[in-house]
């Protein structure tokens, strides 16, 4: 399932402090195991995709926000306040094409959004296990593909 979440008021709180980000994703992964098919951590917001098979999107993504937000409040010293808007997107991967648009779009947001020329700039995403493993050429995301147009929750 394809999950993106935002912050309250858009505030830049994920990739500034990232290692609880990462943090929070392992310890939700513990009490609810779930594969990270594919992400994008950004200032206010992420994407992913996860294979979760004994998890509701609800349950899980109340699970990452709580964990993140507690690690966030003690370093920040802040007791009590929200750190994510109320609500979530997900989308239920359909196919093979849907998988593959959904982890182009993940990839490509850092560029959508003028944070970087190319996807493969931003540090705090999957796309750079994909090249790795030669599913995008170096080049890849330096246009925004034409088939990434659509709802993906943000």
């Known amino acids: 399932m394809f999950l993106t979440n935002v ?21 939700t992964q513990q009490r609810s195991p779930f594969e990270a098919i594919a992400w994008v951590i950004l200032p ?3 994407h992913m ?18 964990s993140y937000s507690t ?3 003690g370093r920040i010293g802040m007791v009590s306040g929200r750190i994510w808007q ?12 849907d998988m593959n648009r959904h982890i182009d ?6 560029v959508k959004h003028g944070l970087v020329r ?6 705090h995403s999957s796309i750079h296990d994909y090249l790795q493993r030669g599913y995008y050429a170096p080049d ?12 993906f929750g943000e």
């Open 7 to 27: 912050t309250l008021d858009r505030k830049p709180l994920l990739a500034k402090h990232i290692d609880l980000f990462r943090e929070a994703i392992e310890s």
């Open 44 to 46: 206010d917001h992420f």
């Open 49 to 66: 995709i996860v294979l979760a098979e004994r998890e509701n999107p609800s349950a899980l993504m109340c699970r990452l926000k709580l």
């Open 71 to 73: 690690r966030l409040r």
């Open 86 to 97: 109320y609500r979530f997107w997900d989308h239920i991967i359909r196919d093979q094409n």
């Open 105 to 110: 779009y993940i990839h490509y947001n850092p």
């Open 118 to 123: 190319s996807p493969f700039d931003w540090p």
């Open 140 to 151: 890849w995301g330096v246009r925004e593909p034409e088939y990434l147009s659509g709802e």
